[in-house]
Nanobody, 121 residues
Framework: QVQLVESGGGLVQSGGSLKLSCATS????????MGWYRQAPGKQRDMVAT???????NYADPVKGRFTVSRDNAKNTVYLQMDSLKPEDTAVYYC???????????????WGQGTQVTVSS
């Protein structure tokens, strides 16, 4: 069974940095676009950053220039380097990935369990 497991969240002061990691476990054929989403209390879950298997990236406007998404295809891991953090970045951050379990199968979208990021002012 495929699982995405996030790590690296925590409490940081405004202006600080954190790096999130999302490791994939289980057996699968291929992994395509991976990304990070976040959900603050009382708000919808929003895209933060995505990265294709080839390395093309896309960022939400609020994090452009401050966050960097990267991936290691050999390790099936995606990262989110967050710099110049602001209190409004406080949220639960979720890892997301499009995964094909078998060569002939369909691509399925998976979510991690989330990791809390809290930025104090």
């Amino acid at each position: 069974q495929v699982q995405l497991v996030e790590s690296g969240g925590g409490l940081v002061q405004s202006g600080g940095s954190l790096k999130l990691s999302c490791a994939t476990s289980g057996s699968f054929s291929n992994m395509y676009t991976m990304g990070w989403y976040r959900q603050a209390p009382g708000k919808q879950r929003d895209m933060v950053a995505t990265i294709t298997r080839g390395g093309s990236t896309n960022y939400a406007d609020p994090v452009k220039g401050r966050f960097t998404v990267s991936r290691d295809n050999a390790k099936n891991t995606v990262y989110l380097q967050m710099d110049s953090l602001k209190p409004e970045d406080t949220a639960v951050y979720y890892c997301n990935a499009d995964i094909k379990l078998t060569y002939w199968g369909n691509t399925v979208n998976y979510w991690g369990q989330g990791t809390q990021v809290t930025v104090s002012s």
